[in-house]
């Protein structure tokens, strides 16, 4: 037989047999220097050979070891479990390669344990060191898809005993993340957490989208003065609410809409046009259930012209009370000016026998909060004389009339209080002229 034609070893009786000439096999393993041996069967499934031995046999050979059956299995059966120390390869053609430990299965790499199958239902990694399982891929579509299977309550679990920031991290290099649910998704944290778009000019969009009754609720079940907090912290940047129907804000302790920068606004509009109402209301019982107060500055009220009724004031039954800023005149002999006039309120403290001129049109003007007037702007002055004397009134211009109540002189007694009232009859800038009545005592 020459070294390259195969040896068919079969059994008749106790013995291994070719051609009719048996070859005892007592305790010592087959060898084939620098050439291999290959079992074949012949027969059909069911008569396939297997090689069995209570004690350690060796097949060594230079080129391989092939087992390969025609039509049924090869079984390597051992008694107890042992290490092939070479390079070894398991491989089938067709049908399946099973690999069956009776108390688990290792899969292990230059004798450490990769891989191990300790029952039907676990399989264990490395343990105590890093362990990465990857993909590589070239294209698009090379898709890693780890899956749970069967439409039952089942769950695909990812779990860590791990005690940092980061015990699960989901981490995306070159792209994004997309979670997608047929049902609700849930986020729980035990600890203080956050959604944070780190990039320059992006954006993070919270909204429900598919329509009908839908609510997107931001819930605290804090205790603090900040259990919501909204802030838009970047210079420059602001908080914007837009809504297609109504926006509701309910609070139920004193609250505050505050603007902090200096020389910046606060503005309450509806700006749509047609029959609408900025309605500002109180239930509150006190004096002072509505409050508008200026600090440090006046209460301007504007109301387009040519409407008439545009702007009601009806105080009720405790009646409306004006404040005044007093402007205190030391000496009669000093005519009140403009500004004082329009604030409203004159007390003249001392002199005697006077008369005052009354400004031109173009000062009083100047002196109106907004530098400017339309024709039927309006105001009142009262004043106090407690000069001494009388007080005598004259007119600042021909184009600004001044007349009495009653045809009366325009003088007023001493210890008197009089009332002067103002209205714009041109607007003209530079040109302006207005007509002032007085009411006085002057009996």
Excluded at 58 to 69: F, L, R
Excluded at 349 to 377: E, F, H, N, R
Excluded at 422 to 428: G, K, Q, S, Y
Aim: net charge negative; hydrophobic share 35%.
């Amino acid at each position: 037989m020459s070294s390259k034609e195969e040896m068919f070893l079969s059994r008749k009786s106790d013995q291994l047999g070719f051609g009719g000439v048996g070859l005892g096999l007592v305790g010592t393993g087959l060898g084939a220097a620098g050439l291999g041996v290959a079992l074949h069967a012949r027969s059909k499934a069911n008569d396939a050979y297997d090689l069995a031995s209570a004690d350690t046999k060796s097949v060594t050979g230079g080129e391989g070891i092939s087992a390969t059956t025609v039509a049924g299995n090869v079984n390597v059966a051992m008694k107890n479990p042992s290490a092939i120390s070479t390079a070894y390869e398991l491989s089938t053609t067709s049908g399946k390669l099973t690999v069956n430990g009776k108390d688990g299965v290792e899969l292990q790499y230059d004798g450490t344990n990769i891989l191990s199958v300790a029952s039907a239902s676990e399989i264990s990694l490395k343990s105590n060191e890093s362990v990465t399982i990857s993909h590589s891929a070239n294209g698009s579509g090379d898709d890693l898809i780890i899956s749970q299977t069967g439409a039952q309550d089942a769950s695909l679990h990812l779990q860590s005993a791990g005690n940092g920031t980061d015990a699960i991290k989901v981490e995306a290099t070159g792209g994004g993340v997309d979670i997608d649910a047929n049902s609700a998704v849930t986020i729980n944290g035990a600890d203080d957490s956050n959604f944070t778009v780190t990039g320059t000019a992006k954006s993070l969009t919270l909204s429900a989208v598919g329509g009908g009754a839908q609510t997107v609720t931001v819930s605290s079940a804090g205790t603090g003065a900040d259990a919501i907090g909204i802030n838009a912290t970047g210079t420059g940047g602001g908080v914007d609410i837009d809504a297609n129907s109504a926006v509701t804000i309910d609070g139920a302790d004193d609250s505050n809409f505050t603007v902090t920068g200096t020389a910046k606004s606060l503005t309450l509009s509806a700006v749509g046009g047609g029959a609408q109402t900025v309605t500002v209301s109180s239930a509150g019982t006190g004096a002072d259930a509505i409050g508008l107060t200026a600090s440090a500055g006046g209460v301007e009220i504007t109301t387009a012209s040519g409407v008439a009724g545009i702007l009601q004031l009806n105080p009720g039954t405790g009646g409306l009370i004006t404040k005044r800023v007093v402007q205190t005149i030391a000496d009669s002999a000093n005519d009140a000016t403009a500004a004082q006039y329009v604030a409203g309120f004159i007390n003249c403290t001392g002199g005697y026998t006077d008369t005052w001129t009354l400004p031109t049109g173009p000062v009083l003007a100047d002196a109106m909060p907004s530098d400017t007037v339309t024709i039927g702007d309006s105001f009142i002055c009262y004043v106090i004389n407690g000069s001494g004397g009388a007080i005598t009134y004259e007119a600042g211009s021909s184009g600004s009339p001044l007349s009495a109540v009653g045809n009366s002189t325009l003088d007023q007694k001493n210890a008197s209080m009089a009332k002067l009232e103002f209205i714009f009859t041109v607007a003209t800038a530079g040109s302006e002229e207005y007509h002032a009545l007085l009411h006085a005592d002057n009996a």
